[in-house]
């Protein structure tokens, strides 16, 4: 009998991985894929690691498959963008061991700055792209994915979203294949992109696809599901279950390839309806390219560009049930630094100091929200230096003393470390503090090339981010303890006024890092308290007022940092040990 658990489609992805035979791992952590990576490191057959970001996770995969042996390497959307370089040219080279890159994507924009569809960049780099609609699909298309790839000789995407990752759904668990590794021969003109090469394999890739179109008419995970023929969908993924639960009397032709999409087998499905309705999250993907070929359909006109598709809304625009939804009785909580964050205080002195910061990828993007309001922009992973260096030279250094960049440790190994390189290599002239906080902390603690652990917690030579720094040939590196804010008002007032590219490294770990002790917490005394307000103003959710206005601690919140202590001159608050 075989065995069966409840799993998270990440999960069940990475069990796919395993059962596939796959050798190697790479990722980087980023909501909605970082589960995959943390749960393909409990089968040690896999060799699984957290690369520097995305493009490096993406070559070592496809080193590792030319090589001859099956791997793997994970991203959030925009972790595709960066590693976008190296798949583009893979699709060309194609593969020896099957290599597949998962690709999460995040309708609604839960944690992500754009809702970006990973379908548009795999038909401009001619990569074709699986989408499962359930955590036993998440297995199933993962190891299929590795048998197309080999047999096409190429790199497939397999397409997930927030929604798919992170729900869970009952998994048929297998025994793992051991797949016997590929021979290596060396073959330039296969696995060398120079021009010549390069020229000779796009025609291979044109062919390659319009073969996979062909013969998608007859994968089994494109099927068709006849039902009432008065209506008729075409859909994939997660909104495919919206379809069954609101319409499960309707045909549906269900994608599990969405690109490229299998164009006969459409055709013939589109004739048997009266009624053709595309439901598909994000871009009009299959949309455009059905409408292309002269068949009539619906899609955008009703359904939204933005955001994430439910059940609900099929409901609404297709069997006109208005469904009304009762507001949350849950009190309504903004995101906010956690008690006891060595952001804050960072923030809190440049808030003090009157400083804008150029902004990135963290938690401390919430440094541009109130009370803190100290971040003006955030781009992407590692921009926040490129895009000061940027003023500078717009503005000049005069104007840019007002202002630092700020970056997380995590991030500025990711692609921070190379703005940084060009700011000195171009004689900019700016503060850039990174605030160290000794792990990825938004994704969920994940560590690093800084950290001194890898993805299974082998302890390794941490990277020092202060030598990285001074071997730049940046003069003026200081580090400071980020909850010493008397210190660190005095260095940040220093650095920002000198006439050159200094780094600050504000240094305390994260308040919710595994294992981290607190040995002290925060007393009010009310009856000290002036209610001068001083130590509300840096935000922490664990400092409150009484009904007559008087300071108070939520001891069960406190995490004993002492930050607004230092700013209380009244005594009203103090610091002891637990």
């Known amino acids: 009998m075989s065995k069966k658990e409840i799993m998270l489609g990440n999960a069940a992805i990475a069990r796919g991985a395993w059962e596939a035979g796959v050798k190697v791992s790479s990722a980087y952590p980023g909501t909605p894929s970082t589960e995959i990576s943390e749960n393909i490191v409990n089968y040690k057959e896999i060799y699984a690691e957290w690369a520097p970001n995305e493009a490096v996770a993406a070559e070592v995969a496809i ?66 792209v699986l989408e499962p609609s359930d955590s036993q699909e998440a297995k199933d298309f993962t190891k299929l994915a590795y048998e197309i790839s080999e047999k096409y000789d190429t790199p497939v995407f397999l397409r997930t979203t927030t929604r798919l990752a992170h729900s869970q759904g009952t998994v048929e668990l297998c025994d793992r294949v051991e797949i016997e590794d590929k021979p290596y021969e060396r073959d330039v003109a296969h696995n060398v992109m120079m021009p010549g090469n390069a020229k000779k394999r796009h ?7 319009n073969q996979m179109k062909k013969d998608a008419c007859d994968f089994e995970i494109n099927r068709v599901e006849m039902g009432d023929t008065k209506i008729g969908f075409i859909t994939s993924g997660i909104a495919y279950q919206y379809v069954k639960e609101v319409c499960p009397e309707a045909s549906v032709l269900k994608l599990g390839m969405v690109y490229p999409l ?92 009157g400083i804008h910061a150029s902004g990135d990828i963290g938690c401390y993007t919430l440094g541009a929200v109130a009370p803190l309001s100290v971040v003006d922009t955030t781009v992407c992973m590692g921009a926040s230096i490129a895009v000061l260096h940027g003023m500078e030279k717009a503005k000049g250094s005069e104007w840019t003393k007002n202002w630092v960049a700020v970056i997380g440790d995590s991030t500025f190994m990711h692609t921070g470390i190379i703005s940084l390189e060009n700011m000195a290599y171009n004689q900019s002239k700016g503060t850039v ?12 603690h994940q560590d690093h090339a800084a950290t001194g652990k890898t993805l299974d917690g082998t302890v390794v030579p941490a990277i020092s981010i202060y030598k990285v720094c001074k071997a730049l040939g940046i003069e003026n590196v200081v580090e400071v303890n980020a909850f010493d804010t008397a210190e ?91």
């Open 488 to 578: 660190l008002e005095r260095v940040v007032k220093e650095e920002t006024s000198r006439d050159a590219l200094s780094v600050i490294i504000a240094c305390a770990p994260c308040a919710l890092l595994k294992g981290q002790k607190f040995p002290n917490k925060v007393k009010a005394f009310p009856d000290k308290c002036k209610k001068c307000g001083a130590c509300l103003r840096p935000g922490c959710p664990a400092v409150t007022k009484t009904e007559d206005g008087k300071i108070k601690i939520d001891e069960t919140m406190c995490n004993g940092c002492g930050l607004c202590a230092s700013l209380c001159k009244f005594e009203a608050l103090e610091k002891y040990e637990v």
């Open 203 to 209: 025609i291979f890739v044109e062919q390659r696809e």
């Open 433 to 444: 503090i990174i605030m160290d906080n000794s792990t990825t902390g938004m994704t969920g």
């Open 262 to 353: 299998p164009e006969q087998l459409i055709k013939d499905f589109a004739a048997k309806v009266d009624r053709l309705i595309i439901f598909e999250e994000l871009e009009p993907f299959f949309e455009t390219e059905i409408k292309s070929w002269g068949i009539k359909c619906e899609g955008k006109e009703l359904f939204t560009l933005q955001g994430e598709y439910s059940a609900n809304m099929l409901r609404e625009k297709i069997l006109g049930q208005k469904v009304e939804v009762k507001p949350s009785q849950v009190t309504a909580r903004p995101p906010i630094l956690c008690p006891g964050c060595p952001h804050r205080s960072t923030f809190y002195v440049l808030k003090k100091l």
């Open 63 to 128: 080193g590792a498959s030319l090589a001859g042996t099956r791997a793997l390497a994970s991203m959030k959307l925009v972790g595709l963008n960066v590693a976008s370089d190296a798949m583009y040219t893979a699709a060309y080279i194609g593969v020896n061991g099957g290599l597949v890159v998962v690709v999460a994507d995040d309708p609604g924009l839960y944690s992500s700055q754009n809702e970006q569809d990973t379908r548009l960049v795999a038909r401009s780099a001619h990569i074709p």
